[in-house]
Nanobody
Framework: QVQLVESGGGLVQAGGSLRLSCAASGRTFSSFSNYVMGWFRQAPGKEREFVAFINRGGSEVNHADSVKGRFTISRDDAKNTGFLQMNSLKPEDTAVYYC???????????????WGQGTQVTVSS
């Protein structure tokens, strides 16, 4: 199995920045480079929402319209780690953020097999 461990969440003022990290490991984990990686978030009372994904080679990225131009997904395969850089944060970005990985991926959370525990991001006005 693959374990994903997230870090970097916290409380920040509107307009501020946070960088989330997602470290991958596990006994059956062969190579992080073989996995599509995505970020999702879930606000209170709402369903899980797509934020961004990056393909195996990192040549393609996709960001949700709500975060485009403010958030940037990236990966460092040599360190088995993915990132979500969040700039110009807004109160509506407040949510639990989840890292996900899988052999297939995209904007649907159902495509991902492995998930992190989630990290809380709170943006104050």
């Amino acid at each position: 199995q693959v374990q994903l461990v997230e870090s970097g969440g916290g409380l920040v003022q509107a307009g501020g920045s946070l960088r989330l990290s997602c470290a991958a490991s596990g006994r059956t984990f062969s190579s992080f480079s073989n996995y599509v990686m995505g970020w999702f978030r879930q606000a209170p009372g709402k369903e899980r929402e797509f934020v961004a994904f990056i393909n195996r080679g990192g040549s393609e990225v996709n960001h949700a319209d709500s975060v485009k131009g403010r958030f940037t997904i990236s990966r460092d395969d040599a360190k088995n780690t993915g990132f979500l850089q969040m700039n110009s944060l807004k109160p509506e970005d407040t949510a639990v953020y989840y890292c996900a990985a899988g052999q297939s991926g995209g904007s649907s959370w159902r495509s991902y097999r492995y998930w992190g525990q989630g990290t809380q991001v709170t943006v104050s006005s």
